[in-house]
């Protein structure tokens, strides 16, 4: 890709109305699956699920429409709303509505193909701006409902459950109407945007001013940057361009308090860093608005490499020594013995791979300083006993790196469950992680009646250690949800009892609140709570997501 030239105005003004520019409307996944359109379960896939899932399987078929719970909402409830965003900002519309019911885990869809009525929103607002945030957030807390700010809507942790935690009601605050940029500082390389704005949307809009983001996670074509943000979301590109905490440099929120204006400098030691408190928040303190983010030129060029490795603890070695030199690869991904043999079944390739594979791709303002760090990566490699695959499976990797998550949909249509987990730690506890929470998935499926396929990759590194990412793959029983349930819990003990994080990257939600304590410890718990009493004293922002409300109404009810 070649680079484009910035900007010939080193810095572009601020300008409310209108913004300085404002993307393409952005797509919005099915009520009932990861993306808009089912994904083609290639053959492949389905001789394995026939040859490693053998017996009888529970499909679990979709519904044409949801059936959801009423509003509870008045008309004055409704008008008092209106008089925030507009009468065109507030529907109680089931289509709308469906579209707000949750996240995306397998839990969650898995929920929305049952005969009960479904907890939905309430009403959906979308505000278009900060301004109007706080006045959503004004009307809230006066009235007693809660609040679930929504990005994409990609959360795998009930993070965007339509909960009331004890109010009357909950409406969604969709903020896809907050998408722009807002402000280009091209000289000192930060752009501010609305906290709706997706990640096609900021790397269009960056794209033709020469520059990007970098930041493209899994959910890349749905979720927004507030999301991200809210999340601490790790882009696959994470080697190379960092996590989007470290890529956030300023910060505006809405509290049911008031307003926060965080970070006007590189760096500062005015006390601790107070963005620190609301990366990561999840909409439990309030609503991230606007973020400021530091951009890049867009490369002028990208090289590929893959390799495959005699096992893991050999490529985990290899990828421990280049990540402490300070090799830098854009991309970088080990797959263990398990996903390197399924994902090569799946593309047909079985006799002609064996081992682990890792893959890796390389950016830079030109070929030759892109291929410099493939060559130095390729040295230590080949050092460690790594043999080269050359480019195909990296590029390979690339171009299907988005769709993975439709392909759980489709798998659920044929009676397989596919879900994920992910942790981190120390590579001197990698080993002993990988292994438990391996045990721990394969003894809790195997007893509810089905012995699952457990695959798992290295996709972020640190010069301390590394992320550890699970897939799971089994027949679903008959009790779908207590199946992943009980696996699920298992997992997630075994990765407290070994040292892991109960998140790397998909954050606490609903799903993993019941595990945090034991990572931060009661006083870390009461610390959250306290800082939840102070910004939204009621409890209305998101109720059971990260903490619950340490004041006001029950915010697990």
């Not at 394969?442 to 010069?463: M, N, Q, R």
């Not at 089994?474 to 699920?488: F, I």
């Amino acid at each position: 890709m070649a680079a484009r030239a910035h900007t010939d105005h080193p810095s572009e003004p601020v300008s409310a109305t209108p913004p300085l520019a404002t993307p393409a409307p952005r797509p919005r996944g099915a009520w009932d699956a990861w993306g808009s359109t089912p994904a083609r379960l290639p053959a492949a896939a389905k001789a394995i699920v026939a040859t490693l899932l053998p017996g009888k399987t529970h499909p679990v078929p979709r519904r044409e429409r949801p059936v959801l719970m009423p509003s509870v909402l008045a008309a004055d409830d409704l008008a008092a709303l209106a008089g925030t965003v507009g009468a065109d900002g507030v529907s109680r519309d089931d289509d709308a509505r469906a579209l707000h019911l949750g996240g995306k885990s397998t839990p969650d869809l898995l929920r929305r193909r049952l005969d009960e009525p479904q907890s939905a929103p309430d009403a959906v607002v979308s505000a278009s701006s900060h301004a109007e945030v706080a006045a959503v957030l004004r009307v809230c807390d006066e009235r007693s409902i809660a609040v679930v700010p929504f990005g994409g809507g990609t959360s795998v942790v009930g993070g965007v459950d339509p909960a009331r935690g004890g109010h009357r009601a909950v409406i969604a605050l969709d903020l896809a109407r907050t998408a722009a940029l807002l402000h280009l500082d091209a000289e000192s390389m930060l752009a501010t945007f609305g906290a709706g704005t997706t990640g096609p949307q900021a790397e269009e809009l960056l794209g033709a001013r020469g520059l990007t983001l970098g930041h493209f996670p899994q959910s890349f074509e749905y979720a927004s940057l507030g999301g991200y943000a809210a999340t601490r979301s790790s882009g696959q590109a994470s080697r190379g361009y960092g996590r989007f905490d470290d890529l956030v440099h300023a910060l505006r929120v809405a509290t049911p308090a008031g307003d926060l204006q965080l970070g006007r400098s590189p760096a500062s030691a005015a006390g601790p860093d107070l963005r620190q408190l609301l990366l990561g928040s999840e909409g439990a303190f309030g609503v991230i608005t606007e973020v400021t983010v530091r951009v890049r030129a867009l490369p002028a060029a990208t090289a590929y490499r893959a390799w495959s490795f005699p096992d893991f603890a050999t490529a985990t070695a290899a990828f421990r020594e280049a990540t402490q030199r300070g090799i830098r690869p854009t991309v970088l991904r080990l797959s263990d013995e398990t996903e390197t043999r399924v994902n090569a079944a799946m593309g047909g390739h079985l006799t002609r791979m064996r081992g682990c594979l890792a893959i890796a791709t390389f950016e830079g303002a030109s070929s030759v300083e892109a291929e410099a760090t493939r060559d130095a990566l390729d040295a230590v490699f080949l050092a460690h006993g790594a043999t080269s695959r050359g480019e195909d499976p990296a590029r390979s990797w690339e171009r299907g790196r988005f769709a993975s998550p439709a392909l759980r949909d489709t798998l659920m249509d044929a009676g397989v469950l596919a879900e994920t987990l992910e942790t981190a730690t120390t590579w001197a506890n990698l080993p002993g992680l990988k292994r438990a929470v391996t045990a721990a998935l394969t003894e809790a499926l195997t007893a509810a009646g089905t012995k699952p396929i457990v695959l798992c990759h290295i996709s972020h590194v640190y010069p301390a250690g590394a992320s550890l990412y699970f897939t799971v793959v089994a027949a679903l029983t008959a009790d779908p949800q207590g199946q992943w349930a009980s696996a699920k819990d298992a997992a997630s003990r075994a990765i407290g009892d070994a040292g892991g994080t109960i998140t790397h990257h998909h954050a606490v939600g609903r799903d993993h609140l019941p595990y945090l304590e034991a990572e931060i410890g009661a006083l870390g718990m009461d610390v959250l709570r306290a800082v939840k009493s102070v910004l939204d004293p009621r409890g209305i922002m998101n109720p059971g997501a990260l903490v619950a409300s340490a004041s006001g109404p029950a915010a697990d009810a």
